[in-house]
């Protein structure tokens, strides 16, 4: 018969409440070692590795991590463990010690409320086992046969085409005075047609006007030359309003 651990909460139990515990209904009282006030036990007063099944009883929220890691230590690897509680109110929380103590493969038992079964792993409380880790990757190492080699110097290398600094490319999509050959907008209002810059003026800001039609949106739509560069987006023939501190230097 196999050696059985049982728990009880209670500090006296009877007989026959020993026997109407799962799994016990078969046993002779001989073949079980009975622990009462199971509240106090420590893994110091059980033995290790001494069990194959451990069957513990208790109230609701009895079952702490501490008591089933002593009842962990007291079973023999691959041993069973029922735990049963009276009124179970939690049974996320007890599967949850179940499994931070060490015990796998928790699961209600069909025929008992409140009750759980679990098992010790198949190796022993506090195992220790050497980890297989993958050899490091071989490194290269390069070493010049001749010490003595020259080295090529990397400017002797460009040539005179080489050291000649870039000449930007002259003209562009702009329509900024002295820009390529893209023609004055209709209306023109920037002073492209004029072949100069026009700068802001009072009128301009009381009666915004707009010959290419983008000025008002934005800088973004703007050209280079725009007397409404750097003022916010506004609406045509409508006056602009600058925020506060808006400063107009060139204003004319």
């Known amino acids: 018969m196999p050696a059985i651990l049982v728990l009880a909460a209670v500090p006296v139990i009877r007989a026959q409440e020993l026997l109407e515990l799962p799994t016990l ?10 622990a009462t006030s ?19 009883t208790g109230p609701s929220g009895h079952h702490s991590v501490e008591l089933l890691g002593a009842l962990a230590a007291a079973l023999v690897p691959g041993g069973k463990l029922i735990v ?60 010049a046969d001749d010490d003595d080699e020259e080295l090529v110097d990397e ?3 460009l040539t005179e085409e080489d ?7 002259a003209g562009g999509d702009d329509c900024e005075v002295g820009g390529g050959g893209k023609k004055a907008c209709d209306n023109c209002t920037c002073g492209r047609a004029d072949g100069k810059v026009q700068k ?22 703007r050209c280079g030359g725009c007397p409404y560069r750097g003022l916010p987006a506004f609406e045509m023939g409508k006056k602009i309003e600058l925020p506060p501190g808006f400063l107009l230097a060139d204003l004319e």
């Open 25 to 34: 209904g078969d046993v002779q009282l001989t073949d079980v070692t009975l």
């Open 38 to 56: 199971s509240g106090r036990i420590t893994p110091q007063d059980l033995q290790r590795s001494a069990y194959e099944v451990a069957v513990t």
């Open 84 to 143: 049963c509680e009276n009124g179970l109110l939690d049974a996320s929380t007890l599967q949850k010690n179940l499994l931070l103590s060490g015990f796998t493969g928790a699961q209600a038992l069909p025929d008992v409320a409140g009750c759980f079964s679990a098992i010790k792993p198949t190796w022993e409380t506090g195992a220790k086992a050497a980890i297989s880790l993958k050899p490091k990757p071989k490194t290269w190492t390069l070493a």
């Open 163 to 169: 050291l000649k600094r870039p000449v930007p490319a």
């Open 200 to 221: 802001l003026t009072k009128d301009m800001l009381e009666n915004p006007t707009s010959g290419c039609g983008s000025c008002s949106l934005g800088d973004a739509f």
């Open 155 to 157: 400017d002797d290398l």
